[in-house]
């Protein structure tokens, strides 16, 4: 017997039923996006590795420690699987020149890579759905997708999800609050962990983000980058306040939300649930005016957000929200193969017409159908007798209404019929 093969760690696979609710979130999430006349945009999962170096920062973590990089062995190219979406879009606009005609909003939803020790909400091979604005550069449509969010947690029932926001200002005013953190932390060099000794003159804003406890009370007393904000930034940050406050959205402003990628400017923000553990934030994301450039367009703004299906789903979960179970309008049932040439004519009828059935297949008794066609959940049983095909007709009986009573109906032409199956 050959060696069972498992899937790589961390890489999982998705089975019915727990598919369906993927495909119930996935089919909320693109009616969202019909209501907020966002586009869908596909990129490559594989994209050249300086892709993500230019575009994340070098001494991001994705970066130096979770991208699966590797050589093509055809021709040489460092490629990278796609560690999240944002760059991806972005290089997309700029190697086509969509932003010619006006400002474009996208989304996208697929898969994401990261080389780190699989646990709760993170694994090797993670699914996002992210949103792209791109040519906007007002503080309305930093709110616009921010209420967004709001809307899809409405949509999925989620009602325990809190909003932070900062500004990270522009890059002269953050090169100003960088040089006085250094200071800070040097001051203190004592209680820096190796992570914050080795982001100390690379990404001291990314120290702010630690989660280590001894150095919670030293991080509470650094500088905030929101004292070396410019009218400019001030200004933005207070418009985007205004518009939340209009829209009764509630928010706690965090000046230690800095997010984890170099690009970004000005607004960011995330929504934190206290249902996950350590792993609390499932959407974050904020403006990026100057990636544009960056990857080799010409100078335009940008603002989006990422967020963890897995995380989400697990949100949903603990908090006891039930996504509608896919069940089949009716199941026919063959007690004689015979019939079945007539069967499968009426069955693919009726889905055509729009009608969920499932027929049976193998076999067996009647009474073995009939239980199968109560597993289903199906609302009707088609019974595809002897007796009922010799008379030009099926019998339609109903499985969740007891006082209902069963019926034929013609074999002739099943689309007269087929809307009495739909859910009212």
């Known amino acids: 017997m050959a060696e069972k093969i498992v899937a790589v760690k961390g890489m999982n696979d998705i089975l019915p039923p727990e598919s369906a609710r993927w495909e119930w979130f996935e089919d909320t999430v693109r009616a969202l996006m019909r209501r907020y006349a966002y586009l869908n945009v596909r990129t490559p999962i594989v994209e050249h590795t300086p892709l993500f170096v230019r575009g994340l920062g070098e001494v991001t973590d994705i970066v130096e420690k979770e991208m699966y990089s590797f050589e093509d062995s055809m021709n040489g190219d460092q490629l990278s699987l796609r560690p999240e979406g944002t760059a991806g879009v972005v290089r997309a606009i700029v190697e086509h020149s969509a932003l010619y005609e006006g400002g474009k909003r996208l989304f996208y939803i697929g898969p994401m890579f990261r080389h780190e020790k699989p646990q709760r909400g993170r694994y090797r091979q993670f699914h996002q759905v992210g949103v792209e604005a791109l040519g906007f550069g007002g503080p309305d449509v930093d709110a616009e997708v921010i209420l967004m969010c709001r809307a899809l947690w409405k949509d999925l029932g989620l009602g325990e999800v ?21 200071a800070h932390f040097e001051q203190h060099a004592e209680l820096l962990d190796e992570d914050a000794r080795r ?18 009370a030293m991080v509470e007393a650094a500088p905030q980058l929101i004292d070396y904000l410019g009218e400019a930034s001030l200004k933005h940050f207070d418009a985007l306040k205004a518009i939340l406050d209009a829209a009764g959205q509630p928010y706690r402003v965090n000046p230690r939300l800095v997010r984890g990628m170099d690009y970004y400017n000005l607004t960011v923000f995330e929504w934190v649930t206290d249902k996950l553990g350590a792993q609390g934030t499932i959407c974050g994301g904020g403006r990026y005016d100057g ?3 960056l990857i080799g367009g010409k100078p335009a703004p ?33 007690p004689d193969a015979a019939a079945l040439p007539q069967a499968v004519r009426v069955v693919e009828a009726l889905r055509a017409a729009g009608v969920s059935v499932q ?21 009707y049983a088609l019974i595809f007798g002897g007796d009922e095909l010799a008379r030009g007709e099926v019998a339609v009986k109903p499985l969740r209404d007891a006082a209902a009573a069963q019926c034929t109906r013609t074999i002739a032409d099943p689309a007269s019929w087929a809307s009495e199956l739909l859910p009212a």
């Open 162 to 182: 809190r909003l932070d926001i900062n500004s990270l200002g522009q890059p002269e005013e953050r090169k100003a609050h960088r040089a006085a953190l250094i």
């Open 291 to 293: 990636l544009v450039e």
């Open 302 to 334: 940008g603002i989006g957000w990422g967020m963890g299906i897995e995380r989400v789903l697990d949100l949903v979960h603990q908090l006891g929200v039930a996504p509608p179970a896919p069940v089949p309008d009716a199941y026919a049932v063959v």
């Open 199 to 216: 982001r100390l003159h690379s990404n001291p804003l990314r120290i702010l983000d630690t989660k280590n406890p001894n150095m919670q």
């Open 359 to 379: 027929l049976h297949a193998g076999g067996g008794s009647m009474k073995s159908q009939f239980k199968k066609a109560d597993a289903s959940q199906a609302r």
